[in-house]
């Protein structure tokens, strides 16, 4: 249950996070909105408050993380770009 889960609200948070920033939300906040929609997720569709909370957070951060790294991949060029590393 918990990869259906995983494979299907993890595109939802992304989609939520992205209409919130499109509504004004500066986008240093959008991972922590990422967790907070994730723990919602998890709290309210899960039977127990432990499980639900571990889940959602694992599914938030998972969210944020694809976002992010997405992003990345698309903006960037793989440089560092404080230490000018690959």
């Known amino acids: 249950m918990y990869e ?5 609200v993890i595109p939802l ?3 939520m996070v992205e209409i919130v920033k499109r509504a004004g939300l500066p ?3 959008a991972p922590l909105v990422a967790l907070a929609i994730g ?3 998890g709290i309210f569709y899960l039977d127990t408050l432990k499980e639900g909370i571990i889940v959602g957070l694992m599914v938030g951060l998972s969210a944020s ?3 992010s790294g997405s992003k ?3 903006n960037g060029n793989g440089y560092d770009k404080l230490s000018d590393k690959k």
């Open 72 to 74: 990345n991949l698309r």
């Open 39 to 41: 723990l919602f997720f």
């Open 65 to 67: 993380g694809l976002y």
């Open 4 to 8: 259906f889960l995983n494979l299907v």
């Open 13 to 15: 948070i992304i989609g």
């Open 27 to 29: 986008v240093r906040f």
